[in-house]
């Protein structure tokens, strides 16, 4: 006997209720009933009305249908596709008022998971609120009910796929086109076989690499070259993984920023790593080595190096930098970035960071200081090799502030660090995601 899903019965809306606080992901907090209530485009301090959404057994989840006080941190979206594209969810908030809901996440998860408090608390780095959007992976899908091609980020909670005409927070040269795009693909004879576009602008061009299941037939080729003719954009077609990518037009694409000051200059990959908001990403290099303190007398530990974003300046101040990373080819691309940038006082290893390190030759070695920039998952696996470096300074840049909580719980209360300071970069404003960065000192006396 098949089973049949039953759609869940939601209780009536409410007409009335005040907001308490904010929760990590960008709703708002009430209570009702004695259980929370999530609820979308809700801000402290308001009294809104809502509908349900969802119940649960401990928590259910809403949606604002209306303002009646609304908080004076509210601002009107910019983007008319808020509230449904999965992309943003903090449009509806003072850019002011975002920065300090993020330093507020760090500090409670530093405080509640680490059990440790920054004697410092860093001024936050801020940039452009939209169009800095550099790196992002546009879904693309055939809706044969709508009769066309829908391109663009998932709805808030959902599989579907927003229905956009524009980005606010993409860069200019995709978002303000995503109508375009949308267009372009819907005349393709694959319009039901290309899932994905993946989305790279530098500072020489801007690329877009059109994930397609199947070969394509010359008509499309030739869609896609005039298109790309048109606009400026180069174009790549990736038939399997990264490593199948073809260069559809122009004949030659290659990717380069710069960062700031630095005499640095990196060229990647149009899938490669690389941070999404230029302008943050040069604040944060400076950042890190402001609060590294570099002698041309230390060596330096770069984990979770990439393409060599921190190593490649970090080795412009210091005597020896040695940068770790898992994928072999961005390390590859590093040591090429290391040449082109005249620099041959750093090195560059392939290594499993996931993974425990101890027999690793890199990893015998006395470091004075060591950099952690690692993915959401944190850092747990090496922080027993680092801690017992013990390098008089560890600067951790962190893109999640739980693993970053739970890896400073290791460094200050099990191998003996203070957590001297700590702030937020905003690389993703109008989004709940919370960019930090600290610096653990260790007392060698």
Not at 219 to 245: E, K, V
Not at 361 to 388: H, Q
Not at 390 to 395: H, K, L, N, S
Request: proline share 6%; net charge negative; charged share 25%.
């Amino acid at each position: 006997m098949s089973k049949r899903t039953r759609r869940q019965r939601l209780p009536a809306p409410c007409e009335r209720i005040t907001v308490e606080s904010l929760a990590h992901d960008g709703r708002g907090v009430a209570h009702r009933i004695g259980k929370a209530v999530f609820i979308d485009g809700a801000l402290p301090g308001e009294e809104v009305g809502f509908e349900y959404l969802a119940t649960h057994r401990k928590y259910d989840e809403g949606r604002v249908t209306d303002v009646h006080r609304p908080s004076p941190e509210r601002v009107e979206p910019r983007c008319p596709h808020f509230g449904v594209c999965g992309g943003c969810s903090l449009q509806h908030m003072a850019a002011a008022a975002q920065i300090r809901s993020k330093q507020q996440v760090l500090l409670d998860n530093l405080q509640h998971i680490g059990k440790v408090e920054p004697v410092v608390l860093l001024d936050p780095l801020t940039g452009p609120l939209w169009g800095y959007r550099t790196k992002a992976r546009l879904g693309v899908r055939h809706v044969v009910k709508k009769g066309r091609v829908l391109v663009g980020f998932r709805e808030k909670r959902s599989s579907l796929l927003a229905d956009l005409e524009t980005c606010e927070v993409l860069h200019p040269s995709v978002g303000r086109r995503i109508g375009e795009l949308a267009q372009l693909i819907d005349q393709l004879d694959a319009r039901a076989r290309i899932p994905q576009i993946e989305v790279a602008v530098a500072e020489s061009a801007t690329v877009l690499v059109f994930r397609n299941l199947d070969p394509l037939e010359t008509a499309d080729l030739d869609r896609l070259t005039q298109f790309a003719a048109s606009t400026g954009i180069h174009i790549y077609l990736q038939p399997a993984g990264p490593d199948s990518l073809q260069l559809l037009w122009p004949d030659e694409s290659a990717l380069t920023y710069h960062l700031p000051g630095q005499a640095i200059e990196i060229e990647f990959n149009p899938t490669d790593f690389t941070q999404i908001n230029p302008a943050i990403n040069g604040q944060i290099v400076g950042r890190v080595l402001e609060l590294l303190e570099l002698a041309d007398t230390h060596r330096v530990l770069d984990l979770f190096c990439g393409l060599g974003n921190f190593t490649l300046p970090v080795a412009r101040h210091a005597g020896e930098v040695t940068g770790i990373e898992g994928d072999a080819g961005l390390v590859s691309r590093a040591r090429e970035n290391a040449q082109r940038n005249g620099l041959h006082n750093v090195s560059f290893y392939t290594a499993d960071l996931a993974e425990r390190m101890t027999e690793a030759p890199w990893a015998g070695v006395a470091y004075e200081r060591v950099l952690l920039d690692p993915p959401r998952s944190g850092a747990a696996a090496v922080m027993d090799l680092v801690g017992n470096i013990r390098p008089a300074r560890i600067v951790y840049v962190s893109c999640h502030p739980t693993s970053l909580a739970r890896d400073a719980d290791r460094l200050v209360n099990v191998f003996g660090y203070r957590l001297q300071a700590a702030g937020v970069m905003d690389m993703f404003p109008h989004t709940a995601h919370v960019e930090s960065i600290a610096l653990f000192e260790f007392d060698q006396d």
